[in-house]
């Protein structure tokens, strides 16, 4: 994330979404919300 060289152009900030994304499945499996009936493991 502190990477930054001076030819760098930042279109999107991935490191916050993907973070917050893999917090949220984290949460869902710790807490036996997914995989569920629903939405099955393949």
Do not use: C, M, W
Not at 16 to 24: L, R
């Amino acid at each position: 994330k502190g990477f930054s060289p001076k030819f760098l152009r930042r279109y999107a900030d991935l490191h916050s979404a993907i973070k917050e994304a893999t917090q949220k499945y984290i949460a869902d499996v710790k807490g036996s919300d997914f995989p569920n009936e629903e939405k099955e493991a393949y």
